[in-house]
């Protein structure tokens, strides 16, 4: 439905545009913040944060193990109000970890906001960008074809390649660095899959 809708409007707005001289243009952002310099920067700086995040995580979670693992060599030793004492501290502390991760990779967590705030400004830069060549170079309308609404189009009008050199242009890439883009996963927990694997950008629903 999202998607009618998008085309629709493109094709009201092309509509309107029939008799005037129309110059079009169409970029790929996908393609824009894979291979921008920028974005492997920040997906190297957000991979330290989640590093940090989850290794808190991951002692918390050694810590309860070896909790477990106490107490089962010693219950049989304990008298019930010293078992119930240490069953209230293993609780307790997985209630910790629970609140831990939730703070760091559930909904709105810091996670997701520490990706906006590098993200966020990359975003608007790429917009910027598209905006200025457009201006300059008359086009009446620039198109996404990562959206998908875009079924064909000749490339002589495809504008990626000049907005991507534009981004890139006074910037370096990170070296020894892949192109794995962390991705936020519906379980939301770092133990049971890995929290960020190689689709994150189109899973943040990027906005330009």
Same mark, same amino acid.
């Given at each position: 439905?999202?998607?009618?809708?998008?085309?629709?409007?493109?094709?009201?707005?092309?509509?309107?545009?029939?008799?005037?001289?129309?110059?079009?243009?169409?970029?790929?952002?996908?393609?824009?913040?894979?291979?921008?310099?920028?974005?492997?920067?920040?997906?190297?700086?957000?991979?330290?944060?989640?590093?940090?995040?989850?290794?808190?995580?991951?002692?918390? /979670?050694?810590?309860?193990? $070896?909790?477990?693992?106490?107490? /089962?060599?010693?219950?049989?030793?304990?008298?019930?109000?010293?078992?119930?004492?240490?069953?209230?501290?293993?609780?307790?502390?997985?209630?910790?970890?629970?609140?831990?991760?939730?703070?760091?990779?559930?909904?709105?967590?810091?996670?997701?906001?520490?990706?906006?705030?590098?993200?966020?400004?990359?975003?608007?830069?790429?917009?910027?960008?598209?905006?200025?060549?457009?201006?300059?170079?008359?086009?009446?309308?620039?198109?996404?074809?990562?959206?998908?609404?875009?079924?064909?189009?000749?490339?002589?009008?495809?504008?990626?390649?000049?907005?991507? $050199?534009?981004?890139?242009?006074?910037?370096?890439?990170?070296?020894?660095?892949?192109?794995?883009?962390?991705?936020?996963?519906?379980?939301?927990?770092?133990? /049971?899959?890995?929290?960020?694997?190689?689709?994150?950008?189109?899973?943040?629903?990027?906005?330009?």
């Amino acid at each position: 439905m999202k998607k009618l809708c998008v085309i629709l409007a493109i094709v009201m707005a092309f509509s309107g545009l029939i008799a005037q001289n129309v110059k079009l243009g169409y970029v790929n952002t996908d393609r824009i913040l894979f291979d921008s310099n920028e974005m492997a920067e920040i997906s190297r700086l957000f991979q330290l944060d989640r590093q940090k995040w989850t290794g808190q995580i991951q002692a918390l /979670d050694n810590e309860i193990q $070896q909790m477990e693992r106490d107490f /089962d060599v010693r219950k049989l030793t304990l008298s019930e109000n010293s078992k119930r004492e240490l069953q209230d501290q293993i609780i307790s502390k997985k209630e910790e970890a629970g609140r831990l991760l939730q703070q760091y990779f559930g909904d709105n967590g810091l996670a997701e906001q520490r990706y906006r705030e590098l993200v966020d400004p990359l975003s608007q830069k790429i917009h910027e960008i598209i905006t200025d060549i457009a201006e300059d170079e008359k086009y009446t309308m620039i198109l996404d074809v990562s959206m998908g609404v875009v079924l064909y189009a000749v490339p002589s009008i495809d504008i990626t390649e000049q907005v991507l $050199q534009e981004l890139n242009k006074d910037t370096i890439r990170p070296s020894d660095f892949d192109h794995d883009f962390p991705s936020f996963p519906d379980s939301k927990d770092p133990f /049971d899959s890995d929290p960020f694997g190689d689709d994150f950008k189109s899973d943040m629903d990027m906005k330009f």
